[in-house]
């Protein structure tokens, strides 16, 4: 089992830049899939970006892609997103989630835990 932290959220006008990070629990980090998600208000929860548990792959939604960038830290436990060029449909609460297994996936219904989530606020 893991449980997980996000921290970095915050208020930004459009075009910065803030960095989440989620911090997990546990000795087998490694052994788990990771994704980003997010819900803005009155909207269902959609997939961001997700990385496999060695880092080599990852995988973004066209709405981020090539303005977010997710890594990960096996040594410090430790799944980040970087997000540049923010815009205001960008506002969201963000979501860290895990996935016992190798490859990360775009469904929410694949990861068995989930963090707490931290409010990304881009104002225009």
């Known amino acids: 089992q893991v449980q997980l932290v996000e921290s970095g959220g915050g208020l930004v006008q459009a075009g910065g830049s803030l960095r989440l990070s989620c911090a997990a629990s546990g000795r087998t980090f490694d052994y788990y899939a990771m994704g980003w998600f997010r819900q803005a208000p009155g909207k269902e929860r959609e997939f961001v970006t997700g990385?496999?548990?060695?880092?080599?792959?990852?995988g973004y939604a066209d709405s981020v892609k090539g303005r977010f960038t997710i890594s990960r830290d096996n040594a410090k436990n430790t799944v980040y997103l970087q997000m540049n060029s923010l815009k205001p449909e960008d506002t969201a609460v963000y979501y860290c989630?895990?996935?016992?297994?190798?490859?990360?996936?775009?469904?929410?219904?694949?990861?068995?835990?989930w963090g707490q989530g931290t409010q990304v606020t881009v104002s225009s």
């Open positions: 990385i496999t548990w060695s880092g080599g792959s990852t």
């Open positions: 989630a895990a996935r016992l297994g190798a490859a990360w996936r775009s469904s929410s219904y694949d990861y068995a835990y």
